[in-house]
């Protein structure tokens, strides 16, 4: 029923900018908090960015902020991850993730995920 996916994964070079998008189905999108997290091959999923249900407000894990600005777009059920300044560590498979509860500025309690989308930053 509840669908979250991704797209706009690909390579780009270092220094460049990327945006991905996570398109959500079967579920009261405005309702849920909305989150990136990323995982590079042999590494654990990291916290990325993240956006409340209402007022708009976000929260970034350090190695981002600055660099990347997640947004959504609520009457298009789709939530945004604009990459700017890529580095090579950058590299990793990106998850978009949803939740009914808590806040952005927690990483607990995400329960829908995607499938996930590549982006590889070269040097």
């Known amino acids: 029923q509840v669908q979250l996916v991704e797209s706009g994964g690909g390579l780009v070079q270092a220094g460049g900018s990327l945006r991905v998008s996570c398109a959500a189905s079967?579920?009261?999108?405005?309702?849920?908090?909305m989150g990136w997290f990323r995982q590079a091959p042999g590494k654990e999923r990291e916290f990325v960015a993240a956006?409340?249900?209402?007022?708009?407000?976000?929260y970034y894990a350090d190695s981002v902020k600055g660099r990347f600005t997640i947004s959504r777009d609520n009457a298009k059920k789709t939530v945004y991850l604009q990459m700017n300044s890529l580095k090579p560590e950058d590299t990793a498979v990106y998850y978009c993730?949803?939740?009914?509860?808590?806040?952005?500025?927690?990483?607990?309690?995400?329960?829908?995920w995607g499938q996930g989308t590549q982006v590889t930053v070269s040097s």
């Open positions: 956006i409340n249900r209402n007022d708009g407000g976000t």
């Open positions: 993730a949803a939740k009914l509860t808590g806040n952005s500025d927690s990483v607990l309690h995400y329960d829908k």
């Open positions: 079967g579920l009261l999108f405005s309702s849920h908090v």
